[in-house]
């Protein structure tokens, strides 16, 4: 049972466009939610947060935009560039009324930026 | 800090041999995650310690997989018998408690490949 789906595995995005990542959960406990970007052989790093009080976090180039309504959540790059290709992992937890700390994250989309 | 270090970074073992995968977390960091990183499944949490105890072990796939953390700076993740459906790569984890900000730092990972 995937609680946390991105749904495109794969995304190409011309140079100085916008990148849109998407991100669906299901569990309604889900209360933070964080992005990570992978690159080849090297560990995840962590990139962007939004707590679910928020609907909008900014950060530089990045935006994460947050639909409580629709358990949606979504990355914006712009501008893209050449560097931001990587595989971008969506993950979520619950952290209210002692529920466990841990992360769960989803498939993953990697990103293709063309110059 | 020298972050999240994994060892080895690379491990290919024949079927049925035992294969043990090791971390040492950032100092000071409460907590310590495995993940397991496949095409399907994406990052899948098996394992994860607060202060050195086991806290929630659901995501271990069978009891052929184990996990210890005898202190503050180490843990083991143990496979045995190994398997061809084991070849993955492995990610530890590791973060602070409280502040709200449930980012955690990974390691590189250690790409098992069991023939």
């Known amino acids: 049972d995937q609680q946390v789906k991105q749904n495109s595995p794969s995304l190409s995005v011309q140079e100085g466009r916008i990148s849109i990542l998407n991100c669906d959960y299901t569990n309604s406990m889900f209360d933070y939610f964080l992005w990570y970007k992978k690159y080849p052989a090297e560990g995840p790093t962590f990139l962007i947060s939004i707590s679910s009080i928020k609907d909008k976090n900014e950060d530089g180039r990045f935006t994460v935009f947050l639909n409580k309504s629709a358990k949606h959540l979504s990355l914006h790059i712009v501008p893209s560039q050449p560097g931001d290709s990587a595989v971008y992992f969506c993950?979520?937890?619950?952290?209210?009324?002692?529920?466990?700390?841990?992360?769960?994250f989803g498939t993953g989309t990697l990103l293709a930026v063309q110059p | 800090d020298a972050g999240v270090i994994q060892s080895p970074r690379h491990e290919v073992t024949e079927m049925g041999q035992e294969v043990t995968l090791r971390c040492k977390p950032i100092s000071g960091h409460d907590y310590l995650f495995w993940y397991r990183q496949t095409m399907m499944r994406g990052l899948e949490l098996l394992i994860y310690f607060n202060n050195n105890v086991p806290i929630d072990d659901s995501g271990m796939p069978e009891d052929r997989f184990s996990a210890k953390m005898p202190n503050a700076s180490f843990s083991t993740l143990k496979i045995q018998p190994s398997e061809p459906r084991d070849s993955a790569v492995y990610f530890c984890?590791?973060?602070?408690?409280?502040?709200?900000?449930?980012?955690?730092?990974f390691g590189q990972g250690t790409r098992l490949t069991v023939v």
């Open positions: 984890a590791s973060r602070r408690e409280g502040g709200g900000n449930t980012e955690a730092f």
């Open positions: 993950a979520a937890s619950a952290r209210r009324g002692g529920a466990t700390n841990k992360l769960i």
